[in-house]
């Protein structure tokens, strides 16, 4: 019978307080050996602090951290950062400019860069460094920089790796590249990986696991399918891409709308839910002579509505409406070119298993 192994990193109930102000509020997550964990969420909801209590510069208020099951801090007991197995790898986090790409990526090995030839050169290959062995650090590029620091933080086999917006500081365009190869090679190491960013795509490309932060807390985690698709309230919906949201009051469970009723189980009457809807997910249709679609239970009453302005972004077309009852703004995106002429009637619907229903806060 096989033992369940427990989780690469652990954190359990970190609280970091800052002049009275939890900047870190009963944080909780395990990350398992090979996976890849996105801390992700707004400037200053309090990513960075955690991060740094895990690396063991900073000391939290309340929590404990277990590393292979092993504590590795509370707020008693200490593991020095050094010993804990945990590398780092920060956007500020430079190389050492007196050194070839070799010896930087050797740093952390006992014996420099002689003793740990195969090491250094099988890393220097997977990040397609190789050429590079003798270079310093100002004649490389801010790329190239990059796939070093990475080689170097992976080089003494980091249990678990801690990265804090590691591609800021990159060219747009070089940033999805570098991702899937850094990514690529954080599998194959099999480390546990703990990623700090307030890029949405940037955690829905690389991580198996989203940790949602805001104002201290994580408020929702899971895999990126589920944030994206099942979000708990109307911010972490909005968090992922545009949304549309309607408000309605609550009669009987039921509310109503220019598209058709809306179930809001479990809210009472009287008050009011944010019905969100992503503009992928408005349906359009064409009007015939004053006429739309027919109610379906998948897609409810059809509104009619006239085009404010439709723009191309080059992969879809978003499309501005305001709806004849209520005048109530929409976006819709559609893929390709579709660029009705403003004041066009149209008919939309809003897909129901696509509509988030939040009591309103
Ligand atoms: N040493 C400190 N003393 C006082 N306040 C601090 C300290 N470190 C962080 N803070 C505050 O704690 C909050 C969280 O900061 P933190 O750097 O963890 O956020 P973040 O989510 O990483 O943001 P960013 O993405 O901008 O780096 C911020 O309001 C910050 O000003």
């Not at 950062?81 to 920060?90: H, S």
């Not at 080689?151 to 800021?168: K, Q």
Request: proline share 7%; glycine share 10%; net charge neutral.
């Amino acid at each position: 019978m096989s033992v369940k192994q427990p989780p690469r990193l652990e954190v359990q109930n970190l609280t970091r307080a800052f002049e009275g102000r939890r900047v870190v509020d009963d944080v909780s997550f395990a990350i398992e050996a090979g996976q890849v964990a996105c801390l992700l969420g707004p400037s200053g909801c309090g990513k960075s602090t955690t991060l740094r209590i895990v690396a063991g510069v900073d000391m939290q208020d309340a929590g404990r951290i277990l590393v292979d099951g092993q504590l590795i801090c509370d707020t008693q007991f200490r593991i020095p950062p050094e010993r804990r197995a945990i590398g780092l790898m920060f956007q500020d986090f430079a190389l050492f400019p007196h050194l070839p790409v070799a010896e930087n990526v050797a740093f952390g090995l006992t014996g420099g860069w002689r003793a740990n030839r195969t090491r250094v050169a099988e890393l220097l290959d997977r990040v397609k460094m190789s050429p590079h062995l003798e270079s310093y650090p100002h004649e490389l590029s801010g790329g190239e920089q990059q796939r070093v620091a990475l080689a170097r933080a992976l080089a003494p086999r980091p249990r678990v790796l801690l990265m804090d917006e590691p591609f800021s500081g990159l060219d747009e365009r070089l940033r999805d590249g570098i991702r899937d190869e850094t990514l690529a090679l954080l599998k194959d190491e099999g480390t546990a990986v703990l990623l700090v960013t307030h890029e949405p795509h940037e955690a829905m490309r690389m991580a198996d696991l989203i940790l949602l932060m805001r104002d201290g807390r994580i408020v929702q985690q899971g895999a990126p399918y589920n944030l994206y698709n099942a979000p708990v309230d109307r911010q972490a919906a909005a968090f992922f891409s545009d949304v549309n949201v309607l408000t309605a009051r609550v009669e009987g469970a039921l509310t109503g709308t220019p598209f058709g009723q809306f179930l809001a189980p479990g809210v009472p009457d009287g008050s009011e839910v944010d019905i969100v809807i992503r503009p992928q997910h408005l349906k359009i249709d064409f009007d015939r002579a004053g006429q739309g679609p027919a109610p379906t239970a998948e897609n409810g009453t059809a509104a009619r509505a006239r085009v404010v302005r439709a723009r191309y972004l080059g992969r879809e077309s978003l499309i501005e409406f305001a709806t004849m009852e209520g005048g109530i703004g929409l976006n819709a995106t559609v893929p390709g070119v579709f660029l009705p002429p403003p004041g066009t009637p149209m008919w939309l619907m809003l897909r129901r298993d696509r509509c988030f229903v939040f009591p309103r806060r």
